[in-house]
């Protein structure tokens, strides 16, 4: 059993950061792909980043590339997400995930076996 706890979301203005935490217990974290994915009202659930056990990345596309990182840290068990120069666009919540098959990050949910509970990041205009 994997359990994964989000934190870091909460409100800020356009233009600002926010650092994502996903905190790992139970199976060998270090083996995972882990993944980002955000949900807002009334749409479904997308990828947005990915990171294998042995650091690949991978980032959904132009929309978060550049602005979003991907890191993980094996000795504490947490992967995090730096959000930078946030937009409107961005409000959502934010889920941490966990593959426990794959070599790569994959972009879909059916992909990934555990979910957290979400963290809403609100970013104002």
């Known amino acids: 059993q994997v359990q994964l706890v989000e934190s870091g979301g909460g409100l800020v203005q356009a233009g600002g950061s926010l650092r994502l935490s996903c905190a790992a217990s139970?199976?060998?974290?270090?083996?995972?792909?882990m993944g980002w994915f955000r949900q807002a009202p009334g749409k479904e659930r997308e990828f947005v980043s990915g990171i294998s056990w042995s650091g690949s990345t991978m980032y959904a596309g132009d929309y978060v590339k550049g602005r979003f990182t991907i890191s993980r840290d094996k000795a504490k068990n947490t992967v995090f997400l730096q959000m930078n120069s946030l937009e409107p666009e961005d409000t959502a919540v934010y889920y941490c995930?966990?593959?426990?098959?794959?070599?790569?990050?994959?972009?879909?949910?059916?992909?990934?076996?555990?979910w957290g509970q979400g963290t809403q990041v609100t970013v104002s205009s």
């Open positions: 995930a966990a593959d426990l098959d794959s070599l790569r990050p994959g972009t879909t949910t059916q992909e990934y076996h555990y």
């Open positions: 139970g199976r060998t974290f270090s083996s995972y792909v």
